[in-house]
């Protein structure tokens, strides 16, 4: 898979997000799989933070050579310091595929000299720019399954019937 296909997969889930994200009832947006899993809502504050604070700003870094120290992350952090259970799901929602349409505008700039440029990361070694690119579309990846996940678990819990002939999960 090329640069091209990445970004045109990236493309893609910014529609599938749409689809998978539509404005649920509140109910759905607040529901919780287990005690310790995400509710919609903490999904898609995650996926704006992860457009714009991670993915987009750690290529940008290496591409453009803003300095020697990656900017720091925090996702498991952020549900509580950006206020995650405070935060309206339908604007969430928009402004996470907002960024997402910003972040496909400036892909659609890079090279694939942009994409061979590196950093020595302090967990990862020396990483490319396009380790981070390839990183982003397998992020949306295990989020719309975990999305998709929730919407079963959902369905399950509340749908008031038996499931077993759609197949097992």
């Known amino acids: 898979m090329n640069r091209v296909k990445v970004i045109s997969e990236l493309r893609r889930n910014r529609e599938v997000f749409a689809d998978l994200l539509l404005p649920p009832s509140e109910e759905m947006t607040l529901y ?3 005690e310790n899993k995400w509710n919609l809502l903490e999904i898609v504050c995650h996926l704006f933070d992860e457009e714009r604070l991670d993915f987009r700003a750690r290529m940008r870094h290496i591409i453009e050579g ?6 720091p992350i925090d996702p498991e952090g952020w549900v509580k310091i950006h ?3 405070e935060r309206d799901y339908k604007s969430i929602a928009e402004d996470f595929l907002n960024e997402r349409g910003i972040s496909l505008e400036w892909l659609e700039t890079i090279t694939d000299d942009d994409l061979s440029r590196s950093f020595n990361h302090a967990v990862f070694g020396n990483v490319s720019a396009g380790f981070f690119l390839y990183n982003w579309l397998a992020h949306d990846y295990l ?20 499931l077993k002939y759609a197949g097992d999960w």
Not at 66 to 71: A, E, I, L, S
Not at 143 to 162: P, V
């Open 66 to 71: 803003t300095g020697d120290k990656m900017p």
């Open 83 to 85: 206020r995650y259970s």
């Open 143 to 162: 989020h719309i399954r975990q999305i998709t996940s929730l919407k079963f678990s959902y369905l399950r819990e509340f749908g008031n019937q038996e």
């Open 32 to 34: 919780r799989p287990a």
